[in-house]
């Protein structure tokens, strides 16, 4: 499988602002999705980021708080924008591969919004 | 879209008992379903999964069963080992690639 690295692992924010991760894949794949896991929740899928074109979100997220970039095979960022204490979580980065259902999960972004 | 639950959310069995986790899901068109182990402040790391046109899948300790008609599958850990206490969460995929996970099941194992 691919190997997922996330930066920054982990960070304690002010309210208000706005943090960057990122997301690289030592190798080319074609699908690249963003979760957002609470704490002690379950995983729920933020957006598939699509290479070349705006991302796709799902229900309850929106592209002004949740900008995503997707300018190759092997990289992707997430902002989490203008933040509130509600928004401290993990926020995972996970990728497949065209015709296989395998999705395999970066480490994580652990993320602190005081 | 897909609702997973799973159950139960808690686990604690003996080292060397077996570990059972069910799931349900809600759209019969579902055709994969993955189980992930999420160790603290890791990652959830893809353990087994299975496809629709199969009943069952083993992997040397760990094994998934799939109900197609009851629309539930299982996860089964046998002989376990304290290094298999971890979070486990089961997930599903429509057609789009989409992951719809369960609430997770936190298993403990006693040494």
């Avoid at chain 2, 899901?25 to 893809?46: C, I, M, T, V």
Wanted: glycine share 6%; hydrophobic share 35%.
């Amino acid at each position: 499988s691919a190997v997922i690295s996330q930066k920054p692992s982990r960070d304690i924010c002010q309210r208000g602002t706005s943090l960057t991760i990122q997301c690289q894949v030592d190798s080319q794949v074609t699908m690249m999705f963003w979760y957002r896991q609470q704490p002690g929740q379950s995983l729920t899928l933020i957006a598939t980021a699509n290479q070349g074109s705006e991302a796709t979100y799902e229900s309850g997220f929106v592209i002004d708080k949740f900008p995503i970039s997707r300018p190759n095979l092997t990289f992707s960022t997430l902002t989490v924008s203008n933040m509130s204490p509600e928004d401290s979580s993990i926020y995972l980065c996970s990728v497949g591969a065209s015709g296989s259902l395998e999705q395999f999960f970066g480490p994580g972004t652990r993320l602190t919004v005081l | 879209g897909e609702n997973v639950e799973q159950h139960p959310s808690t686990l604690s069995v003996q080292e060397g008992d077996s570990a059972v986790i069910k799931c349900t899901y809600s759209d019969s068109a579902s055709n994969y379903f993955p189980w992930y182990k999420q160790e603290l402040g890791k990652g959830p790391q893809l353990i087994i999964d299975i496809r629709s046109n199969v009943g069952e899948k083993k992997d040397q300790r760990i094994a998934v069963t799939l109900n197609k008609t009851a629309k539930h599958f299982s996860l089964h850990i046998t002989e376990t080992q304290p290094e298999d206490s971890a979070v486990y969460f089961c997930a599903a995929i429509l057609n789009d690639y989409k992951l719809s996970f369960g609430a997770g099941t936190t298993v403990t194992v006693r040494a």
